[in-house]
């Protein structure tokens, strides 16, 4: 028998798809986390933590007016009530709803280091404290007047708030940021008086376009105030959409110095950047002397953010400078809007600004009807008894007797008085000392005033027109407690026209100075002072000079390796004349098999020859040929077993080219084709031979070459005149051994 119950009682086993199963069980997983963690209710602008951190601190009644209570006691209570998650998600989450840096109006009052705009991170919570701030009271007024309903909390024992009533609206006040699985949010804070204003023309127009909206949000206001340098359209396009990319920068100020000199100090920086990593980024760029004209950067910062910015040079226009530091550093940041949130049926979805303040409003008449019908029952029962109080006055001595004379006055009362239950029972729970206070006058009075307000809300309940004209008037009340006027509310991020794009050459915010660039054949690079002649240069033991340039600091030094790589280095970059300078490859990514063919100045205007040894080759542009990166920029494609072997400028009509096989021969320039990367075309044919040299010339010029003590000229160049391509005649008589054109 045990056995066959035992068969009974177990459950089938049903075969299932393992996709499937997992499909299943990741959905509703993706929808926990959606839900319950990282997107914010577009109601109340809270995601759990939060709303359930607040509770908790309601609970403990921690408001503004009280003392401050330790934070591991409300986070105590927190995770052993209302959220069954760690203590340190939940501290971290209520640590930054105290800070001032990085949420715009604070939910709670902290007291003790909850950490500072460096990125320093808080005390542990035995060491802290904190109560509610104003903001968070109105977030909440109302939960005691049925404003919204109570869920059972994860061990059934308590109830908590599904959703906050909301009279500050904290979703656009304080913005919120979030990632879930398969999407992400990202809202910025804004100015709770623009909000209101913006809420209030939506009262009174319901229908207006979502770009409305923003005649009276002006943008963004971060806690760490700084610039939003965007142009009206985006910023209009951005919350007509609910997404897009708004630049934020740091706010500066130039501080002028004596003999001509200046400074810039900084004194916001973007909302989201640590100020000590920011400082950071840029020293270390610094160094590796990416930002050659700045010379330092200081942090004098106390409460208030101070950040000293010393220009290499006085003639660095500052507006040139700062554009170029907010393009390289994070001085300016882009902020991603994404105003994705949960609708009031639990739904994701992206809103733009209308429909976020549409659905605040809604949100708020429910509140206002929940509230005016709790209110309602409350006058009503109010009444009642007041009507079983005049009815006492008005017969005290005959009541006082049935009371003393009776066994059970209760019953003996409802009949002889035409009393309800309920208004005996409160006559009976009477203390005597309220006798003295029922004066006929004052207990009608108070019954005419309930009256009043009754039939006030029971004309609220059915015209909505009167219940937005009271949503008005609340409106009104928040902007007045936080709007622009107050401390708090006044606005700290500008909004500034984007300031137009400066195609500006880092070579513009450089001094120009004279260098004489030297390489040497190991590979070690220096930049003297002036234009010097190297023949006085020194070298270590063992090397020697390989190629040198007079350039100046504000040129591009090009370098073209054998492995068909360009590679770019501006002369300011180059390491000082001291010593012996660096290694190469210290600058640039050079391999270890691969050398370097020349080094030259670049210009615009030019044009090169690339070949590589077997006599392949084109003509490529300079402007194609800049490197960005340390690891240079490929355009001669070098087959196994070759490699890159000259670049030349293009000057001339015809090109000569000679092998090392001593044949040479000459072709019209216009036959090698024009290429920004490949393996270019044959320029002369050999059987075992590599080539030796080209030279450029006009062919009315003629060819020069060295010969003897000096230099010939070979104007009858037509027996040496054929196809690219061609395998050539040995060269004219008195042509060098060394199969160079010198």
């Known amino acids: 028998m045990i056995e066959n119950n035992a068969d009974v009682l177990t459950p089938a086993i049903k075969d299932t798809p393992f996709a499937g199963a997992l499909s299943e069980r990741y959905l509703a997983y993706a929808m926990s986390t959606i839900v319950a963690r990282s997107l914010p209710d577009v109601r109340d602008g809270l995601k759990p933590v939060h709303r359930r951190l607040l509770y908790a601190m309601r609970q403990l009644k921690l408001n503004p007016e009280t003392g401050f209570k330790k934070c591991a006691r409300v986070v105590g209570d927190v995770i052993g009530k209302y959220h069954p998650h760690g203590d340190v998600a939940v501290y971290d989450a209520m640590v930054r709803l105290a800070q001032d840096f990085a949420v715009r109006y604070p939910l709670v009052d902290g007291q003790g280091n909850f950490g500072n705009i460096d990125g320093d991170r808080a005390a542990a919570m035995r060491y802290t404290e904190a109560r509610l701030t104003e903001p968070a009271i109105a977030l909440m007024e109302g939960l005691d007047d049925n404003a919204v309903d109570f869920d059972k909390t994860y061990d059934g024992e308590e109830e908590e708030p599904v959703v906050m009533p909301a009279a500050f609206p904290n979703l656009l006040a304080n913005g919120s940021s979030g990632i879930a699985v398969g999407m992400a949010t990202n809202i910025p804070s804004h100015n709770v008086g623009e909000v209101c204003d913006a809420l209030q023309y939506l009262i009174k127009h319901p229908d207006a376009a979502p ?47 004596s003999h001509g000199q200046y400074q810039i100090i900084i004194t916001e920086i973007p909302y989201g950047i640590p100020k000590s990593d920011l400082i950071m980024k840029i020293a270390k760029l610094l160094s590796e002397k990416k930002l050659p004209f700045l010379s330092d950067i200081r942090d004098e910062s ?99 007797e049935i009371i003393r004379t009776e066994d059970d006055p209760k019953p003996i009362m409802m009949q002889e008085f035409q009393l309800s239950d309920v208004q005996v029972e409160a006559i009976l729970n009477m203390r005597l000392r309220s006798l003295k206070r029922l004066e006929e006058e004052a207990l009608k009075r108070e019954f005419e005033d309930l009256a009043l307000e009754k039939a006030g809300l029971e004309v609220l309940l059915i015209d909505e027109g009167a219940r937005f004209q009271k949503l008005s008037e609340e409106i009104a009340d928040i902007k007045k407690r936080f709007g622009q006027k107050t401390a708090l509310g006044a ?47 020194k070298f270590k033991e063992g090397d020697d000079l390989k190629f040198s340039i007079r350039t100046y600091t504000t040129d591009n030094i090009m370098l073209f390796a054998t492995n068909g790589r360009f590679y770019t280095l501006l002369g300011d970059k180059i390491s000082g004349g001291r010593g012996f300078g660096e290694p190469l490859r210290l600058s640039i990514d050079l391999p270890e098999d691969a050398d370097i063919v020349t080094l030259f100045i670049h210009k615009s205007e030019e044009r090169y020859l690339v070949a590589t040894q077997n006599g392949k080759g084109f003509i490529v542009d300079a402007k194609d040929t800049i490197a960005q990166t340390r690891s240079g920029k490929i355009v001669l494609n070098v087959a196994d077993g070759d490699r890159a072997y000259l670049c030349k400028p293009v000057i001339g009509s015809h090109i000569a080219v000679i092998g090392t096989n001593r044949k040479m021969i000459v072709f019209k320039t216009e036959e090698i084709p024009m290429m920004t990367r490949g393996s270019g075309v044959i320029l002369q044919r050999y059987a075992e031979a590599k080539l030796s040299d080209v030279k450029f010339f006009n062919w009315e010029e003629g060819l020069a070459f060295p010969s003897g003590n000096g230099m010939h000229v070979e104007r009858n160049m037509e027996m040496w005149l054929s196809k690219r391509a061609s395998i050539g005649k040995f060269p004219p008589v008195g042509f060098p051994r060394s199969n160079k054109f010198g």
Do not use: C
Not at 217 to 227: A, C, E, Y
Not at 358 to 368: G, P
Not at 506 to 522: G, M, Y
Not at 527 to 533: E, F, I, M, N, R
């Open 491 to 537: 606005r700290r991020t500008t909004v500034a026209e984007a300031a137009p794009v400066i195609d500006m050459p880092i070579e513009a915010l450089i001094e120009k100075e004279p260098i004489t660039v030297v390489l040497s054949k190991k590979g070690w690079i220096r930049a003297l002072k002036g234009h010097v002649d190297v023949a006085d240069v």
């Open 302 to 400: 106390t409460d208030k953010v101070r950040i000293v910015l010393e220009p290499k040079s006085r003639a660095v226009p500052a507006e040139q400078l700062m554009e170029h530091l907010f393009k390289s550093t994070d001085l300016q940041v882009n902020f991603n809007l994404n105003m994705n949130v949960l609708d009031a049926d639990h739904t994701p979805r992206v809103m733009n600004i209308k429909e976020v303040l549409a659905a605040f409003l809604k949100h708020r008449d429910i509140v206002l009807v929940r509230r005016s019908k709790y209110r309602l029952d409350k006058i009503a029962h109010r009444m009642d008894l007041l009507q079983g109080f005049i009815i006492t006055y008005l017969n005290l001595d005959r009541v006082i």
């Open 211 to 257: 770009e409305k909206m923003m005649d009276f949000i002006q943008g963004p206001d971060f806690p760490t105030g700084g610039v939003l340098a965007e142009s009206r359209e985006n910023i209009i396009k951005a919350y007509v959409t609910g997404r897009g990319a708004l630049k934020i920068r740091a706010r500066w100020k130039k501080e002028e110095l």
